[in-house]
């Protein structure tokens, strides 16, 4: 183990970055869960508090040395070497219960997972407040509001995760996977289920009152993951995602949207978010490094979106507002490889 160093950095990582370092024979792997300036130690770094990710997921504040990748734990006092680590941070413990016999998550849920890729390797870069306050629509299983939820009690400040379905059979399935993995045991205090019926868009500038509706300029992050699945349904999204920024034109829209072997759908619904002054942008998918992001515009003359081997990809697409100047997320390669790669990292 090395000594202390004078001088040492004063960088900080943020919250949810991922680190792994090896202690007495043993490996750990840890989440930044927060970090405090004032207690900048010129010897040591930055003091920050990690969350094992492994185990109890107890927590304890250590220093960090950013620049030279050194952790300094402190009682007793001793440093190890650190990495950066981008995946398998976020606990994946969220159960259907009609499908908890099964060890394969269904195809139509892929799309989920893929963007809970997403949001754990880049959640640091998205520059969303602490606490965070997310609407997730469609939710369909609830299987990406739920994971998030869970994974944010890692984080220092409470934040809300609304997931919300229409009215009847949907709502009452929602119901019961959140009923039945509360009784699992996750940490799901601050989550919550709401009616959201799209259908009460139609014909009407604005939708009825309800607590979704009411708490629209609260909410930071807005998901949704297949939700453009035919034409009908493509054209309702449009109108309420054009509703939700128009409430909050800084609202970070994340949608996981499949490529359907149906382009007139893909085309219609990017056809309507410009017709209704939004605009899109991917900003990352399967097996697509960044300088591939113009293959992925289903509206780009001679784009390669609609060839065969893009068919079934899931694209994390930002929505925006044409008219508005906002923060647009870069595009990441964090799904460049295979779920199988990334699950066993």
Request: proline fraction near 5%; glycine fraction near 6%; hydrophobic fraction near 40%.
């Amino acid at each position: 183990m090395g000594g202390a160093h004078a001088g040492a950095s004063q960088k900080e990582l943020p919250p949810g970055t991922g680190i792994a370092f090896e202690a007495a024979g043993i490996r750990y792997l840890a989440m930044v869960t927060a970090t405090c300036r004032a207690e900048h130690d010129p010897r040591y770094g930055v003091a920050h508090q990690i969350r094992y990710v492994l185990g109890q997921c107890s927590r304890e504040w250590v220093e960090l040395d950013v620049e030279r990748r050194y952790l300094w734990f402190r009682d007793p006092r001793r440093g190890v070497a650190f990495r950066l680590q981008g995946h398998s941070l976020w606990s994946r413990d969220v159960l259907i219960s009609s499908l908890a016999w099964s060890t394969m998550p269904l195809e139509s849920e892929r799309s989920c997972i893929r963007l809970c890729d997403f949001l754990e390797k880049e959640w640091p870069r998205l520059g969303l407040p602490l606490p965070v306050y997310t609407l997730e629509l469609g939710s369909g299983t609830g299987w990406l509001g739920m994971s998030l939820a869970r994974n944010l009690v890692a984080m220092p400040a409470r934040s809300m995760t609304v997931l919300t379905e229409r009215r009847g059979d949907a709502m009452t399935f929602l119901m019961n996977n959140i009923e039945f993995n509360i009784a699992e045991g996750l940490p799901l205090e601050d989550l919550r289920a709401d009616i959201l019926d799209w259908s009460d868009w139609e014909g009407s500038v604005d939708p009825p009152e309800s607590m979704v509706t009411e708490s629209a300029k609260d909410f930071d992050l807005l998901l949704g993951s297949d939700l453009a699945y035919n034409s009908c349904v493509a054209a309702m999204l449009v109108d309420v995602l054009r509703w939700f920024l128009s409430q909050k034109p800084q609202l970070l829209v994340l949608l996981a949207h499949r490529l359907r072997r149906q382009p007139d759908v893909d085309v219609a619904f990017f056809q309507g978010l410009l017709k209704k002054g939004l605009d899109y942008n991917a900003v990352a998918a399967e097996g697509h490094h960044p300088e591939d992001s113009k293959e992925l515009d289903p509206l780009l003359p001679d784009s390669d979106w609609a060839a065969e081997s893009n068919f079934g990809c899931v694209v994390v697409y930002q929505i925006t507002c044409a008219d508005h100047d906002q923060f647009l997320v870069p595009f990441s390669d964090c799904l460049l490889h295979s779920e199988s790669e990334l699950w066993s990292c």
